[in-house]
């Protein structure tokens, strides 16, 4: 264990208190479980979140959560949105325990605050659990969502959710999964009848019905386990249900994979399960299997090799940065993935892109509107740090030999507008705005390739990430910003850089730019042109997602 510049104050030999605190560490790391939830908007995030919260016992009673997820939805106007901005950011993580384990649930923001921040959050995460609506199957919020798991080859759990409402075929879901995302499908559980009729599912591994009771709104659903073969089952459940059930079941035995460890942890099958998150039909068995399947916080790639959650050396990197979550001290926080060693209370550790030592005093856990201070976090947590504009997302942190994450990459932005100064005068506050919200990482920044238009491009890929830069730039920069919407809906980073851009010729049908990094990007007005483009020039390498520039500065405005 690194020092923490704390005097050892027990008495005791260090190699005894090292030791000791190893074996903690790696109980800490064995019992935890981090993941996050992807999803459309009203698939059921919001209700299986308070579900999972209640098994937890980290919240007594249905609606806690809830109450939130309707007020982020209700409106639109920005003070409002500032507002419930503080709540969904302080839930950033919800930590709690469930039997033997440790949970870390990191939350991606619903649709409203859909941004860069919801991509980034799953590059903290070590499993993800896709929630669909049994009605509606894939849409597109999840898809984009999947994507991103895919780029990082993460654990992939798929939750059928609104069994109790009449549905699509299961199969049919499954099979949808299966040729749309290029992913194995297990059935971990599989439904025994829909709708009104939805009495159950089977664990498909120990060969038990559960059969569900309501157990009355926000209640917790009674569940009857049994055998397949116990008489009780036919008593209680209609024949015909229980016949296709098993029919089914028989079909997926014969063609359907194994369920490998090793083919779920590198996200190339998922385990699906079937329930109702508003009844809690199947809640509980999910998470059962859940945490036997997930992966635990594992080795995570740096500059020098993989990195391994049980090393003394505490490292971690920053994920997300906020600004303002609480209004009355502006204050900022950046949330930092811990990766290795133990995190400890107000130790000091080193800024690899700085290279400068910095005290951590002041760590939080948020938990919905609480926050608490804490002394100690092991790999797979998540903490909040007071970040006095020194950290940038990406940004590694680490104690003893010198180590960097990897980053976090450029998503492939969905909206773009050019932004005004109309007040030539406010120049330097708009640039050093502009600047620092760059940095922040609360938007991207582009730029015409012709020098005379200087204005820069903001590109995003929510909505809300517009509102966030231009209410910063008037509050905390005092620049009044004008936004001229642009048009395109799409953009891709020319893999092969400028030279094989010209390679090609003129090119119709788009918009070259440069982004930070002076890399050539290429925005195009709809789906149709990018498909057109690729079509037309094959041997032009395009990418929706950018890599991480490592070693140089962007390109300030
Ligand atoms: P989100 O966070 O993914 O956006 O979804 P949220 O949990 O807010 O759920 C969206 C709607 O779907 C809510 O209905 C919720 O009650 C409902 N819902 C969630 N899970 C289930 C389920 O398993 N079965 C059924 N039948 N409905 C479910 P709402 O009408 O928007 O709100 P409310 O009036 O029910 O509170």
């Known amino acids: 264990m690194a020092s923490n510049g704390k005097a050892n104050t027990t008495g005791a030999p260090q190699e005894t208190i090292q030791e000791t605190m190893g074996q903690e560490q790696a109980a800490a790391v064995a019992r935890r479980r981090n993941f996050a939830i992807i999803s459309h908007p009203d ?47 302080t839930s950033t993580v919800l930590q709690f325990d469930y039997g033997i384990h440790t949970i870390n649930l990191l939350d991606t923001p619903g649709h409203q605050d859909f941004s860069e921040d919801t991509y980034r959050t799953l590059a903290a995460a070590d499993n993800a659990v896709m929630l669909e609506d049994a009605a509606k199957g894939l849409e597109p919020q999840t898809r984009k969502l999947f994507e991103v798991c895919r780029l990082r ?50 664990d498909r591994r120990r060969r038990r019905a559960i059969l569900f009771q309501r157990g009355g709104r926000g209640r917790q659903a009674l569940e009857l386990e049994m055998g397949l073969e116990d008489p009780r089952l036919s008593q209680l459940v209609e024949e015909d249900l229980l016949q296709k059930a098993l029919e089914e079941l028989e079909l997926l035995d014969g063609a359907g994979a194994d369920l490998a460890m090793d083919t779920i942890h590198r996200g190339e099958l998922t385990p699906m399960f079937f329930g109702s998150a508003m009844t809690s039909f199947g809640v509980r068995p999910f998470l059962d299997a859940f945490l036997t399947l997930a992966l635990p916080p594992v080795a995570r790639t740096s500059s020098g090799g ?38 400890e209370r107000d130790m000091v550790a080193h800024h690899a892109r700085s290279g400068k ?8 856990k948020l938990f919905g509107q609480d926050r608490s201070v804490v002394d100690r976090a092991y790999p797979g947590d998540v903490i909040g740090l007071n970040n006095p504009g020194v950290f940038a997302i990406g940004d590694t942190l680490y104690q003893g030999q010198k180590v960097e994450y990897e980053g976090i990459p450029c998503f492939s932005p969905e909206i773009f507008s050019c932004l005004h100064n ?31 238009k200087r204005n820069p491009i903001l590109a995003a890929v929510g909505q809300l990430q517009l509102d966030v830069v231009q209410h910063r730039l008037e509050h905390d920069y005092g620049v009044i910003t004008r936004l001229e919407p642009l048009g395109f809906t799409a953009a891709r980073w020319v893999s092969g850089g400028w030279s094989a851009l010209e390679a090609m010729g003129r090119l119709f049908n788009c918009k070259t730019v440069r982004d930070s990094w002076n890399r050539p990007v290429l925005l195009f007005k709809n789906s149709w042109n990018l498909q057109q483009l690729q079509e037309d020039y094959p041997d032009l390498e395009l990418a929706a997602v950018a890599p991480v520039v490592s070693g140089m500065e962007p390109i300030p405005l």
């Open 306 to 343: 993989m990195i391994d959650p049980l090393s003394c050396q505490f490292s971690g990197f920053v994920f997300k940065l906020q600004a303002n979550m609480d209004p009355r001290h502006r204050d900022r926080v950046a949330f930092l993935r811990v990766c290795s060693g133990t995190f």
């Open 43 to 89: 698939a059921g995030k919001t209700t299986l979140t308070e579900r999972l919260l209640l098994y937890g016992g980290a919240i007594q009673q249905a609606g806690a959560v809830k109450a939130r997820g309707e007020q982020r939805r209700v409106t639109s106007d920005w003070m409002e949105l500032e507002k419930q901005r503080g709540i969904s950011i």
């Open 153 to 202: 080859k993460i654990p992939l759990f798929t939750f059928v959710n609104k069994m109790d409402r009449p549905g699509r075929d299961s199969l049919e879901l499954l099979d949808e999964i299966e040729q749309e995302l290029g992913l194995l499908c297990w059935p971990v559980n599989w439904p025994i009848g829909n709708g009104d009729q939805f009495r159950g599912v089977i």
């Open 422 to 452: 109309p007040n030539p005068s406010a120049f330097k506050g708009f640039r050093k705005g502009v600047n620092a919200l760059r940095e922040e990482g609360a938007v991207q920044i582009l730029y015409d390739t012709d020098p005379s």
């Open 357 to 364: 030592a910095i005290r951590l005093s002041r760590p939080q």
